[in-house]
């Protein structure tokens, strides 16, 4: 049966509770692919997409997070199997545009795959912090990048969570 675009948009859901499994290199290339083939703005392409799934590098992520933010228990990747962080030069003003739209189509991607996936926000205004940095060096994010976008990925642990209401707005004039 052939999936519809659009109906697997309105059913993706945010995901934050993953099971360990790995997910498969074709099907994590597939995804990334998707994201590399986002719109940018005036065509500049130059956004890079990191996947993470060194666990070494992932728990050092989590604990310089945590130290910035003051919160000992931070998890704010959901102990997912694999962390995505797109990032963009610091004077690319569409940068933010940009990952958001290569965020968007991996998410979609992942969910059209079975995988689960969610979008994480406390790093964009944290990359300049000293021990933050020192981690996207590590994972090879160039010294004058932004991560825009961060998504947490993997196997539902759960169930996908239910529909809900869409309260947002659309006018048309």
């Known amino acids: 049966m052939e999936k519809k675009l659009i109906e697997e948009i309105r059913k993706r859901r945010s995901v934050r509770n993953y099971r360990e499994d790995e997910i498969p290199e074709n099907i994590l290339k597939e995804i990334v692919e998707t994201g590399r083939y986002a719109p940018s703005g ?3 392409q130059d956004f890079q997409i990191t996947v993470i799934r ?3 590098i992932q728990k050092n992520l989590i604990e310089a997070m945590g130290k910035a933010l003051k919160d000992v ?23 933010i545009s940009d990952c958001a739209c290569v965020a968007m189509n991996m998410m979609t991607a992942a969910y059209i795959e ?11 205004n944290r990359c300049h912090d000293e021990g933050i940095r020192k981690v996207l060096t590590t994972a090879e994010i160039p010294s004058d990048h932004v991560v825009w976008s961060a ?10 969570p239910e529909d809900r209401e869409n309260s947002s707005k659309a006018v048309y004039v």
């Open 42 to 44: 005036m065509n500049r």
């Open 73 to 95: 228990d931070y998890n704010g990747f959901y102990s997912a199997p694999c962390y995505i962080l797109i990032s963009a030069p610091e004077g690319n003003s569409n940068g």
């Open 114 to 124: 079975g995988l689960g996936s969610v979008w994480v926000n406390q790093l964009k």
């Open 151 to 160: 998504l947490a990925m993997g196997y539902a642990a759960e169930n996908k």
């Open 54 to 56: 060194n666990r070494e």
